[in-house]
């Protein structure tokens, strides 16, 4: 059974920092590519980062830019997200994903559609 697991949300205070988490099982996940969506309450779900599967570049929403970091360590079969300077409206639901199809980075980050596994969200709160 291929499985994300998300970890590391939690309450924060604007301009704070966050380490979100994502542990794959079932897969490797090497070979695949990866985002990070969130979805405020209200809002439709959007895309954060996502990396590809083959050059491994990151492409980064405007929102976050500067801010946030995607990574990866292949040998824990897990994915980050490093938050820094986090603001109020970066409160959401975070979810990690992955899909094993070649797109560009562009399409991985504007359509959630294209990702098979997804872990079940880890809520991000911030405010004063």
């Known amino acids: 059974q291929l499985q994300l697991v998300e970890s590391g949300g939690g309450l924060v205070q604007p301009g704070g920092s966050l380490r979100l988490s994502c542990v794959a099982s079932?897969?490797?996940?090497?070979?695949?590519?990866i985002g990070w969506f969130r979805q405020a309450p209200g809002k439709a779900r959007e895309g954060v980062a996502s990396m590809g599967n083959v050059e491994g570049s990151t492409f980064y929403a405007d929102a976050v830019k500067g801010r946030f970091t995607l990574s990866r360590d292949n040998a824990e079969n897990t994915m980050f997200l490093q938050m820094n300077n986090l603001e109020p409206e970066d409160t959401a639901i975070y979810y990690c994903?992955?899909?094993?199809?070649?797109?560009?980075?562009?399409?991985?980050?504007?359509?959630?559609?294209?990702?098979?596994?997804w872990g079940q969200g880890t809520q991000v709160t911030v405010s004063s």
């Open positions: 079932g897969f490797s996940l090497d070979l695949y590519a």
């Open positions: 994903a992955a899909t094993k199809d070649y797109y560009s980075n562009y399409r991985y980050l504007h359509e959630d559609g294209l990702f098979q596994v």
